[in-house]
């Protein structure tokens, strides 16, 4: 994303413009030219001339190193690659290497046993092609009198857990589907079998057909489609006028490489194959010291799980880590201005490692642009009639993924309150399956249309927020609004009406997994507890919002429940420590959650050492999401679904921090008690006019 | 609000365009020539001729008249008058009056004990004047070196309950401020007494001073102002470039009078003194059936508590009912383009009544526009390349409301996937109290500038909805996700992975009262058990979604926990009864709350009844909010903290109700395997234009 951006202005139709740099910031992701050296001197260094990347990304400096160079004490770090790599077929071996791109070195090679990296789009993709053409997959489509197998498709997804393989296959499941031309939805046609892949082996090792009294399931003939070419002509263009919005004098943002400067935020845009977008130094200037002050080290979505809730098998097996298993990065959609975003856009592209350790590259991966955000703040002294108010902005950076069905559209924003939020939109297509005459598709699901059920299932994201409130050490408080602890009547308490935030700081890793809570509207500060606001004299702090915080329903020892342990809490606050990142492992694929892997630690590893968590380097983990009972409305295509957390200033300033934004126009008198006089006379003089 | 509207568009600037119409609408609100002719008939009727009216207000038809006249099998109801009024001055008489203005009758006059109706503008207006000039506030003020009266400001609050006096008096308490010049941000500087009186008497019944360790408590005399006249300098316009929104074909929603009709939307936009906006028979074309459905009847918030968390006299009375005690159309402000909206606007003015029965105007009392709102859905197919999107559009109805320091925003929107949702923003001006030497803020409160005391609060907002959902009889089903009911391993939980919502119908008006879950993520769906949806087989329904609702922390038997009893459910739902509209009573000022009122029922009367709710024509009052902790960042002036409720639709529509909505440019081969090879290349070409 470093080596190539391009701007775009609403209305616009300017040429793309390139422009290639190399990367200035030690945080910028790997450029086209670091992509293929590295690949090279891990060639060198392998046994094996049968080499598969995984990934190759850039392996972020050890943050004692990076904050020193911040800070002008230390040199700048080496520049640095990490690459998963796969070499043989048949059992695959998985290997970690590190190299000095600086250097021209492989710093480190690592075997590992008993994990399975990310599968990649290469990986997707083979799924299809052999499914497709494997007897009997084709003799079972024949029995429900398919015959033309160029209208079978088949989505990839991983496969969690299937029971008949472990780590000597690399595994993938295969849903099936129908399409009657070219641009039908194939989700209108699921089909009623499921097939198990070995992506290394490229060969099919189970056909799964599913029987219902012994019958099959015929598939759905009826069509449902989206698509312009098929339902252009009920479009309703006269009812909705356009709305223009421009930027006549330019965006309020600068940028240097992958840095920006907006409004008074700075903060380093990075991006890699896994987590997608990552946020890093993020820090603000305080109009009242005239001095920058650190909010946030580093802010990225690290993991997300997908668990469906019905028990029938294969439905077990349907619970995707959109990250670890996908690779947010890898699924990033190539954005369209008036399609994606409006206004006046800056585009960043992404550049990503193809299996054979090329650069490829994603146009358009990143969209960076301001909106009007709606009143800022407004007050009428009722007395004079003084109008002020100032009008808020917004901050987006965002990216857009297809996970197979669903899409997820990721905007992280920033107000001029100060306030960070994540909002994720819901879209794309619902998973479907298909409904046997004799069955019905609750409680598990929705009949959605004639014969298709979509199953209810869970999206439960994990927010990695490596916070430094004015500075490294922080702790994170609790905080319970509760009734006074004393009865109504007593001297503390006569009338009853007091409340107050009950604070609790988190000690230890295993206090810190903690839940939220409905009737204490519990909220989360990140304090800095060496850093008193000089006003409130309370600990600085950004306080976590987070009540879209759905439960994980899948019960204790379930598959997900194993695999998908992070998401069983709100939030988890662990000590910082260098390459520790990924909640449900660094190897999701076919992982079992279990604890003590040597090399796929999870957040039950790190918790369970209970380290202290206070006044020290932390790290939350902030899972927010929605469960999803899928409704008539979302079928054929889903209208978009908002959730989000955010992450406010709470006595950090010692007042407002946005009084530098000049107000809207200052109205007087309209409010006034002279207005109000005047306003009687005007309906008075309407009545006599119309007489 | 019928009266008198106004079209401004962006960038614009023409005349104000006024134009005068007769209410064509029964559920118009009363005109400038209806007010004055109300009043008028009332005087005719009247023992005293010092009659003062509290209000003259639209007396809507009865239900079951206005639906036949809907359908077009009844006559068009008469225009009636609703007025309170208040005769005498030591003991006020409240009197209800209803009055026909089709036919020019005084209908009926109810004389009410022991009641108190809203404080008007008029009604505060009185307590500043009256104590600026009391001897013993002036003792008071000069005790702490403050001898400028004129410098002094007191700020008239509903007083809850004073245990000194009953309904024998009409009561207020005044919070006095002081200001160092005209302008000056008095909340800077709150005074350690409070006032009460009298207003009808116009007279000082006790001044009330707080001594701590028998000390008064000096003013602040620092400033912390936000008017441009005193921080102008320290504005940087340069930050920000404007963002210009503009509609230049026009907006896309027509009105007729009052009705509006936006992207198959229709509904009457009212008003009225003690509700502000009223949004009455909202519908919804269906594109598949091509009919128009009914899906609310009403909508309005009725009520809104805040109370506060000191437990120290006098904050006990602080719990402000801002919709019965104030009025929110009464607090209305007159916005401005621009400052309170952006875009192609629409304004409507407010037509309110004085004390005196006249009409008087507020003017650009409501917006309504339209913004963008992102992706209304997305959806890539990996394989081919074909991206489809489309955007959202909003429909924004708005008004914002000044309830002495704090500012409510109010917007009602609908989105095009058939979404209703109320946001407020809150803003304004945190109410402030001294903090003696010896004191500190907490745990009650925030020491948010030195020595000023901004204190715990709840603002718990009721929104009343009447749902028609494809007609008048509905039921209200309880929906809970749970895990399956089945242990891990079983036959009908294999993997444990199994959830679905578990459905409870409320039967009763107890039932119907109920709270929120998180732990299963309860919502509520308004059905219509008599209408299946065709394809989901499930009643049509509208879902509530509420998650944002604070509990109410006063303990039982606490005063604000009996008269704001509605506060203490999420959700309530009640038989439809014609005028039963507030659930904190009609008489909100002094109320006790108690059960049994003969002249002022509230919810909890309503409850007792303990009425069917199945199948019938019910109401719904969601209760939502949030529990406010000052910051810092929230003084002087509060950056807007927004909180909302939505009615989405569930199973209502057969499919997506948007696809009528014309796609965004349909973009190819983006992301397809073509596409992937192509990135390569250009990586590569770019690559080489380097060496």
């Known amino acids: 994303m470093t080596s190539v951006s391009r701007d775009t202005q609403a209305g616009g139709c300017c ?25 090279n001197l891990i060639r060198q260094n392998a046994a094996s001339d049968r080499l598969k990347f995984n990934c190759i990304t850039l392996h972020e400096p050890a943050k004692a190193e990076y904050t020193a160079f911040r800070s002008h004490t230390g040199r700048r770090p080496d ?43 290469d990986d997707l993709d083979v799924t299809e092609q052999i499914a497709r053409n494997d007897p009997r997959v084709i003799e079972i489509c024949r029995e429900i009198g398919i015959t033309d197998m160029s209208k079978v498709y088949f989505d990839a997804w991983a496969i969690g857990i ?32 499921s097939v198990v892949t070995d992506t290394e082996a490229q060969k099919i090792l189970s056909v799964d057909v599913r029987r219902v009294n012994g019958e099959r399931t015929a598939v759905s003939r009826d069509e449902h489609n989206y698509l312009p070419q098929f339902i252009g002509n009920s479009y309703r263009p006269e009812r909705l006028k356009p709305i223009e919005i421009t930027q006549p004098q330019g965006v309020s943002f600068r940028m240097n490489g992958n840095e920006i400067d907006w409004a008074g935020f700075k903060m380093h845009i990075g991006f890699n194959y896994r987590e997608g977008l990552v946020l890093s130094d993020i820090r603000a200037h305080d109009p009242y010291g005239q001095r920058e002050r650190m909010l946030f080290n580093r802010i990225s979505v690290v993991e997300m799980v997908v668990p469906y809730g019905c028990p029938k098998p294969p439905h077990h097996k349907k619970h995707a880590f959109d990250v670890g298993e996908y690779g947010s990065g890898l699924m990033t959609n190539s954005l369209k201005l008036g399609c994606d975003c409006k206004g006046a856009i800056r585009y960043l592209d992404a550049v990503l490692p193809t299996a054979t350790g090329e650069a490829s590259i994603i146009e358009n991966a990143v969209c960076i642009h301001e909106e009007d955000n709606g009143l800022l703040y407004k007050h009428t002294d009722f007395r004079d009639g003084n109008v002020i108010s100032a009008r808020d902005r917004k901050l987006v950076i965002s990216q857009i993924i297809t996970a197979a069905n669903y899409e997820y559209a990721f905007y992280h924003t920033f107000t001029l309150d ?217 079928f054929p295509i889903m209208p978009a679904e908002p959730v989000s957390v955010m992450l406010r200033a709470a006595n950090f300033w010692q007042k407002n921090p946005a009084l530098w934004v000049p107000a809207s126009d200052v109205v007087r008198d309209v409010f006034s008690r002279d207005a109000f006089e005047k306003r009687v006379d005007s309906a008075q003089r309407l009545e006599n006019a119309k007489l």
């Open 15 to 39: 040429a793309p413009r390139f422009s290639v740099s190399i990367p200035s910031h030690p945080l910028d992701p790997l450029s086209i030219e670091e992509i293929p050296l590295a690949a």
């Open 79 to 121: 520049r640095r690659a990490f690459s998963i790599v796969i070499q043989g077929k048949q059992s695959p071996r998985v290997s970690e290497v590190i190299v000095n791109l600086t250097s021209r070195q492989v710093e480190s090679w690592k075997d590992l046993a008993n994990v399975m990296p990310t599968l990649t789009l």
């Open 162 to 193: 299937d029971e008949r393989w472990g780590f000597e296959r690399r595994l993938q499941q295969a849903l099936p589907y129908y399409r009657s031309s070219r641009y039908d939805n194939q989700y209108a046609h699921p089909l009623d079998f």
């Open 418 to 634: 100060g306030t960070y939020k994540l909002e994720i939109k819901l879209t794309g297509m619902l998973n479907t399956y298909p409904l046997h005459p004799s069955e019905q598709a609750a409680p598990y699901g929705t009949e959605v249309a004639r014969g298709i059920d979509a199953q209810n299932h869970q999206h439960i994201f994990s927010l990695r927020v490596d916070p430094e409130i004015d500075g490294p050490t922080n702790t994170v408080v609790q905080s319970d609004a509760v009734p006074s602890d004393e009865p109504v009547g007593s001297e503390a308490n006569p009338y009853g009406n007091g409340f107050y935030a009950k604070k609790t700081p988190l000690r230890t890793a295993k206090e810190g997994a903690t839940n939220y809570c409905h009737e204490t509207g519990r909220t989360w500060d990140i304090t800095n507890p060496n850093c008193l606001n000089p006003v409130s004299k309370k600990p600085v702090s950004y306080k976590i919002l987070n009540n879209n915080c759905a439960p994980l329903l899948a019960k204790p020892d379930s598959i997900v429940y194993n695999r998908a342990a992070f998401a069983r809490k709100s939030l988890w606050v662990l000590p910082y420590r260098d390459n520790e990142l990924f909640p449900a492992g660094r190897y999701v694929c076919q992982s079992t959650g279990k604890e003590g892997h040597p090399h796929n630690d999870t957040i039950l590893d790190w918790t369970n050492r209970d380290e202290g968590i206070e006044n020290t380097d932390i790290v939350c983990y902030v899972q927010f999401g929605i469960t999803h009972f899928p409704r008539t409305e979302d």
